[in-house]
């Protein structure tokens, strides 16, 4: 079956602009998560949904949303964006929903380069 | 708040060699998971190995195991004959009320 896709691979914005990222979960997986990787700060959770609600956050300011549609599928937009915002935002799909625990093994897509200039 | 220390920033060793990739972490939760992630150059992240702290047990997949130490939050990934192919970034990651990375070990296998 095919992985998590996230569109675009590669783009390039400038200071101020907006940007909208995509992903496609593995199909029958409800949960989407975002993260960003950047060398300097590695991996950070930006935040998940599941059955297209927010269930977490992490530390990001409000410049960063986003929103899950019904077939599952998310998007993730930037708003007002700084050269720190430059990076690589990994989207990651599983098939349940958060627990507390922290169980759910999750599915990557390639991500999606986002250089700001 | 939780927190994943990964203390080796790179690694490279020959091939075929056995290496462990050291990995602590913090966490008020009784009941939780850690995983390791390999993320191998240009490529997507995937699973490695996933431990549930409710078990003794260590986790092994193939060449892959852990050294799950609970009392002490230590959670060491060793890879037994090391192939060119395990070159990739690792990273280590806690599961419990979200998933916290570390910072990540970029191992080399040289032939």
């Known amino acids: 079956k095919a992985g998590v896709t996230q569109t675009p691979r590669y783009l390039i914005k400038t200071r101020g602009q907006q940007v909208t990222l995509s992903c496609s979960p593995i199909?029958?997986?409800?949960?989407v998560s975002w993260y960003q990787q950047t060398p300097g700060q590695g991996l950070q959770f930006l935040f998940e949904?599941?059955?297209?609600?927010?269930?977490n956050k992490g530390n990001f300011p409000g410049r960063f949303s986003g929103r899950q549609f019904s077939n599952s599928r998310s998007e993730m937009n930037v708003s007002t964006l700084e050269l720190g915002d430059s990076a690589l935002y990994l989207c990651?799909?599983?098939?349940?929903?958060?627990?507390?625990?922290?169980?759910?093994?999750?599915?990557f897509g390639a991500g999606s380069r986002l250089t700001v200039l | 708040a939780q927190t994943v220390t990964q203390s080796q920033p790179e690694m490279s060793v020959q091939e075929a060699e056995t290496v462990t990739l050291s990995c602590t972490y913090d966490t008020s939760e009784n009941n939780y998971y850690l995983f390791w992630y390999k993320q191998p150059p240009s490529r997507q992240m995937i699973l490695v190995i996933r431990q549930e702290a409710y078990k003794q047990q260590n986790a092994t997949e193939n060449r892959f195991s852990v050294n799950f130490q609970k009392a002490a939050k230590s959670f060491s990934l060793k890879i037994s004959d090391s192939q060119l192919g395990d070159t990739a970034m690792y990273f280590c990651a806690l599961g419990a009320d979200g998933l916290t990375f570390g910072k990540g070990t970029h191992l080399i296998i040289q032939p």
């Open positions: 990651a799909s599983s098939l349940a929903g958060p627990t507390v625990s922290g169980a759910n093994v999750l599915t």
């Open positions: 949904y599941f059955s297209e609600t927010q269930r």
């Open positions: 199909s029958g997986h409800r949960s």
